[in-house]
Every structure is written in C-alpha cells, then in structure tokens.
C-alpha cells in the first residue's frame, strides 16, 4: 500500500541520528531493514520497469549520501529474491554507492512480473518460501539467499566495501 512505501518524517530522523551513532563508535558497516524497498522492482508495487525512476525520496537519499556507513538495505514486500547495486546510474544524486537486498519471496503468494532491467541478480517463486542471511568480516559482508528447508545457498555473493579502515573497539 502507498502509506508502507514511504517512510515518515520521524522514522527518516531516527534513522539519521542512530546512523551518526554508529559512525561516531568507528563502526564499518551500518545494514538498514525496512519492510518496503527503497527502489522497487517488480510489477505489483512499482509502475518503473527501466533502470532509473520511481527512486526513493529525496530525503532518504540525503540521508544515505551524508552517511557512508551504510553498506546495504534489506527488505521483503515484494515477495521476491533480488539484488539491486544502487549507484547514480540507478538514482540520480545518489553519491554512496550500496546494495539493496530484496528478501523475502515467503508470505502470501500472487502474481507478479520481475522488471529484469531494475535488478543485478532475481529469483522469483510464488510458491517457495526464502531466506537471507549476512556474514560480516571486517570490511567485507557475505550475503546468501536461500530457500526454505535447503542447506546450500541458492545465491551468494560477497561485497568489499573500499575505503574502510578497522574499527576501533569500545569498552563495554
């Protein structure tokens, strides 16, 4: 629905203050979960079936401009396994590059059509509940899509994020 595709006023603050948190504490990587997708990529939420348009609001990309801690995005909604590189070439004034995971093809099934030209990776069942799950080591993070009642991921891929140093560790 349109009320759970954006997020407010007050969740986009929260979120910008607790971001800042985690750079002020040295810390690499910042993974954000919304239920929504920021960029959707398929026929039942989304009207865009080319690369660019029907972007994430302009305050959630300051957002994510103003904080390169942020290493990806995970969602479900749209029912559906996908990995989306979002870079500029996909948002206009997007200067963070991150990845946006799309992990949950579970729930209620229905019809829907993959917009191929909007993802990096897809894979869509109605009938097949998924899975994602993140392995984190220094700099680098691993995700792996699975589906459910399998040991062997269906997808993975691991991500480098450049630039990072080691972060600094707090006393607890």
Known sequence: ?????????????F???????????????????FHPPEYCVEST???CQTTTGCGPSTTFVSIINRHPIVSATFHGHEH???WVHMSNARVPGLTH??????????GAPYGLTPYPARMDY???????AAFSTIDVNGSSFTVNFYQTG???PVWT????????????????
């Open 45 to 47: 939420h989304c009207n």
């Open 122 to 128: 897809y894979s869509y069942s109605s009938t097949i």
């Open 1 to 13: 629905d349109a009320d759970a595709a954006q997020p407010t006023s007050a969740q986009l603050t």
């Open 150 to 152: 399998t040991i062997t």
């Open 80 to 82: 559906i396994l996908a």
């Open 97 to 106: 590059q991150y990845e946006e995971f799309v992990t949950s093809s579970s």
């Open 15 to 33: 979120l910008d203050s607790r971001l800042t948190d985690a750079e002020n504490l040295g810390l690499t990587h910042a993974f954000i979960y």
């Open 157 to 172: 891929k691991t991500f480098t994020k450049s630039g990072a140093g080691t972060p600094i560790p707090t006393p607890t």
